[in-house]
Every structure is written in C-alpha cells, then in structure tokens.
C-alpha cells in the first residue's frame, strides 16, 4: 500500500482500490457515501469505478450485495438496553451485555459502548455501534395481550376491591386504558406493554400503572403484583 497526505486528507492505494481518510477535520470535514448518503470519516472506490463508498457499503459490494440508503427508521436512537430484541442477520438477537471502551474523537477521549448479542440459536457476537448497521429495532406489537390476559387483570383490580373501569378498546390493545381508584381516591391509569418493553425472564409482567396527579409511573407488573402496586404506593 502507498500514501501520501494531501491538504489533511491520508490518500492510499491498495490492491483493487483507492482508499480517501480525514487526518485534521472536524465535524464538516467528512466524505458523504455514494451509496447510503452517510457522512463517514474515511471512503473507498474501487478501480475501475467512480463511486466513493463508506466502508459498510464498500464490504456490501465486494460480497455480492447491492448497498444503499439504511433504514433509519428501525435502527437504535441511542443506548440500547440490556434485554433489548433486535432483528440481524439469520434471526432475532438479544442484548446479553454491554459494557464500554475508550476512543478518542476530535482528539478527545470518549466512551464508547460494546455490546454482546445472542442470536437465539445460541451463536454470540461482540459489536460497537457503528458495526450495527445490519440490526434493526423490532417493531412493537401487542399479540401477547390476550382475552386472557385481561380477564386475569380485571379478576386481579375485582379481587383487590378496586373500582375500576377501561375504555373498551379490546380489539387495539396499544390503546387499551383502564382507570382505576385506589383505597386514598386517587386515579390510576392502567395500560399494557408493547413487546420490546417485556423482559424475558418475566414474560407475566405486561401492565403499567400511571399515576397523573401527583405524577408517579410505575414498572412493569403482573396482573397481581400491580393490584397491590397500587393500594400500597405512597402518596
């Protein structure tokens, strides 16, 4: 491989491709991919063609695969959680660990977070972030709110001499509100968990309470466990 620097820019030949890196920039001193339109630090073009791609995009072709725009939409935000499902190559992978590790970035140190994944057939992986972009968010869905379920909630708010009421909602359980007195008066807004909220190893725990004045949300409880939530929480 031959380099040389160029104006703050590291330009290196290689094998098959000519590669482009940022040495002295700042935040508007970045290359933009071809292919998926993200600013990135460093870019390669293969020879032979006039494409500029991100080292993502750039692994995409060499295997075969067309790049181009990510799906934003479900990708994480931020943080991911422990626990946290994700959609990635060959299956559905949980968040089984995260810690952290130290970079630097603009030539200040920063922490940056890795993550284990488990693939539900038990194979693991260690990633950053910026290796994810094959992962994706679940979409959140309500199927595990069943008839029974509710039944079991309501015969748990009837047990605990609750006056309690919902908003009829059965079909949309996303919208499904109960509201409920407790023993002082005051009013508690009932409702379920979408399925990226439920931890594992505690799939009973679907319900929230949420208390509007004086503010107080709750966490995750089964039908049972919330009843007695609510009688005992403080003022």
């Excluded at 994480?76 to 949980?94: A, H, I, K, N, Q």
């Excluded at 995260?98 to 038990?122: I, N, W």
Aim: net charge positive; charged share 25%.
């Amino acid at each position: 491989m031959s380099s040389v620097t160029h104006f703050g820019i590291l330009i290196g030949r290689m094998p098959g491709q000519t590669y482009a890196r940022t040495v002295l920039g700042s935040e508007d001193c970045r290359f933009l991919c071809a292919a998926c339109y993200e600013l990135c630090w460093g870019i390669f073009r293969r020879h032979g063609e006039t494409a500029w791609r991100c080292s993502r995009c750039t692994g995409m072709r060499e295997n075969g695969q067309e790049p181009g725009p990510r799906s934003f939409d479900t990708q994480p935000p931020g943080p991911l959680p422990v626990s946290e499902r994700l959609r990635g190559p060959g299956g559905t992978w949980t968040v089984t660990g995260r810690s952290y590790t130290e970079a630097r970035e603009h030539a200040l140190p920063q922490k940056r977070p890795v993550y284990v994944l488990t693939r539900d057939d038990g194979r693991e992986v260690t990633l950053q972030p910026r290796d994810m972009a094959d992962f994706h968010l679940l979409t959140p869905t309500f199927d595990h709110i069943t008839d029974g379920r509710r039944d079991e909630l309501e015969r748990a708010l009837s047990a605990a001499g609750l006056a309690w009421r919902d908003n009829g909602r059965h079909s949309a359980p996303q919208t499904l509100r109960y509201t409920v007195t407790d023993p002082c008066g005051r009013r508690w807004v009932i409702s379920p968990a979408a399925s990226n909220e439920i931890e594992p190893s505690q799939p009973s725990s679907l319900w929230r309470a949420t208390r509007p004045a004086p503010y107080h949300a709750g966490p995750l409880l089964s039908a049972v466990s919330l009843t007695h939530y609510v009688r005992r929480a403080a003022p």
